[in-house]
């Protein structure tokens, strides 16, 4: 089936990517709620910066644990009851989180927070890959990878603005019934009338995705990606307000510029790697430039120049990042038939790097030293950018070489 008769056959994808998307906005919205309140939820709850790390990533960790089950499950049961059973758990754990008085109590909620984060990650290739065509993949994973990072741009730049930690907490749990409503009623795993995938044993579906190495070469550097990126989305706003005394406020607006950027280059990136027919010149050169102007918007003086600087790095992260996620759809030998399994590995490195990166690396390195702290998220972004240079080739013109 060509491109012109996949666009009749299928005119719904754009409504599956909408709701695909705005369920990803609103799970993000819950989870970076909490940076957004760091200025108030760590004196309410005595957290210390360890245990305020843990609480923000508790939902990455749940990602990494069940990433590749969830595949698994998606690749044997389906894409939409797979993702549905995880975000009726998001629901209940958005709507028990109110309740949260301690630590303990607040990191219980947000590990089972996690498991819609954990199922529609490991997922979004393989439902998506069922409805857009190989040449649109890269376009339909970067409005994806964008929908998360406008999550976390609206959870820092308002919530900062509600009264109270609950009443925050009460609308994003209210908002996120929606989505499961949404999503209950209105997605479709895949077009009607496309053949269904053989049915295998579980263990068969990860079996083919964990011998495929190019897998494993786009696991390292998410990870690496993934832990550096929520360390500074997360921190950046408490930063900016203690140590370079911006008004809290403030400092959620500046943080969510860097989200916004990731948006932009998240959309322009796929759009121009199609238009060269590459994807390696959007890899390993933009996180270089992306790890240089991340560092420099740390240490100039707060201003015009910290801004410009994080929509620089927001932008060149962006642009790569939907590709990585493409791999599943896009890898010989993975396709639909094994895109979930595929999937959860990434998902599971990603998730795995973004808990353990940020409260067991960089804190644990960095310590009380803020300045310290973005220079290993720098960094982390450099090694990013080294692994990078093992993913091949997939885009257009590369393939017509082979």
Avoid at 62 to 68: K, S, V
Avoid at 92 to 107: D, E, K, Y
Wanted: proline share 6%; net charge positive.
């Amino acid at each position: 089936m060509n491109d012109a008769e996949t666009e009749r056959t299928y005119p719904l994808r754009w409504a599956i990517l909408l709701i695909v998307a705005v369920t990803q906005v609103i799970l993000n919205i819950l989870q970076f709620q909490v940076a957004g309140l760091a200025d108030r939820l760590i004196p309410a709850m005595h957290l210390q910066p360890g245990q305020f790390a843990m609480v923000l990533t508790a939902p990455m960790l749940t990602a990494a644990l069940f990433g590749i089950p969830a595949g698994a499950l998606a690749d044997r049961f389906g894409a939409k009851a797979t993702i549905a059973a995880g975000l009726i758990v998001t629901t209940i754990s958005s709507f028990g989180r109110i309740t949260a008085g301690s630590f303990g109590v607040l990191f219980a909620w947000m590990f089972a927070l996690g498991f819609g984060t954990a199922f529609i990650n490991a997922n979004a290739s393989k439902i998506l890959g069922a409805w857009f065509p190989r040449r649109q993949m890269g376009t339909a994973m970067g409005v994806y990878i964008a929908a998360a990072n406008a999550g976390i741009a609206i959870a820092l730049a308002t919530s900062a603005l509600f009264p109270s930690v609950r009443n925050a907490f009460i609308s994003s749990a209210i908002v996120m019934l929606c989505a499961l409503v949404l999503w209950l009623f209105l997605i479709q795993s895949s077009p009607a009338g496309t053949p269904p995938a053989p049915i295998q044993p579980v263990t068969e579906y990860l079996g083919v995705a964990v011998k495929n190495r190019y897998i494993w070469f786009g696991a390292v550097a998410i990870l690496l990606f993934m832990g550096s990126w929520v360390a500074q989305t997360g921190n950046l706003p408490n930063a900016l307000a203690q140590s370079k005394g911006v008004s809290p406020v403030i400092a959620g607006l500046t943080a969510s510029s860097l989200s916004l950027a990731f948006i932009i280059g998240s959309v322009i990136g796929p759009i121009l790697a199609e238009k060269l027919g590459l994807i390696k010149p959007l890899l390993t050169p933009t996180a270089i430039l992306a790890a240089i102007a991340s560092y420099l918007a740390w240490l100039v003086p707060f201003g015009a120049s910290t801004w410009m600087l994080l929509m620089i790095t927001g932008v060149l992260l962006g642009a790569s990042v939907p590709l990585i996620m493409s791999l599943p759809m896009l890898l010989p030998g993975i396709g639909p038939v094994y895109a979930g399994s595929a999937g959860g590995i990434l998902s599971m490195f990603q998730m795995g790097g973004a808990f353990l990166i940020p409260s067991y690396v960089i804190i644990l390195l960095a310590g009380s030293n803020v300045d310290l702290a973005f220079l290993y998220i720098s960094i982390g972004y450099l090694l990013f950018g080294a692994a990078l240079l093992s993913i091949p080739e997939l885009g257009r013109m590369g393939a017509a070489s082979r």
